[in-house]
């Protein structure tokens, strides 16, 4: 079947839906973001792009951490609306009856209502064009109870996060397969 060439975009997809956490106890602000990923395994490093208009970008930039909240799927709708609203005028944590948890490492909170929250120091911010990304080490993973399997990994099934495909937002289906099973006999 012939190939269609189109313009250059963010065609990578789908992309994880994350809640960021930001400031500290006193005062923190959510953002949500699309444009999220690992990017080393050692050391652990997360990446973050956010544009630097957002509230949420002097907030890390100053604070130097943040937050990566993986929300689940009946979550969404307060997660859209973080994404919407701005942190200058809203309280997102209590607009959304979110629980600001003190973090282990960083100053930032958790957002209690997630199943996963993941604890990153701010250690490079690239200026990319209309975003600047921020990469984080990652410092402490926090996982509920619940959401865990017996040997004590993240259960995804359970977790039930959400990816941003184009404008949509998805569940995740069943699992398909696991990482070298094109190998083995």
Sequence with gaps: MPKVKLPPSEALYPVPVVLVS???????????????????????????????????????????????????????????????????????????????APSTIVSSPLIEECPVNIECKVIKTLELGVHNMFIGEILAVHA??????????????????????????WGLGKQIGRYGFSSKK
């Design 22 to 100: 930001c400031g500290d106890m006193n005062k923190a602000n959510i953002i949500t973001i699309a444009w999220c990923g690992v990017v080393c395994s050692n050391p652990p490093l997360i990446s973050i792009s956010v544009r630097p208009q957002r509230f949420s970008h002097d907030m890390i930039s100053r604070g130097g951490d943040f937050v990566v909240n993986i929300p689940t799927e009946g979550l969404l709708k307060k997660a859209d609306f973080c994404g919407i609203v701005s942190g200058m005028t809203t309280d997102k944590f209590k607009a959304c009856g979110f629980t600001k």
């Design 144 to 169: 509920d109870k619940d959401v865990l399997n017996k040997d004590g990994r993240i259960d995804h099934r359970k977790t039930r996060p959400v990816v941003f495909n184009h404008g949509e937002y």
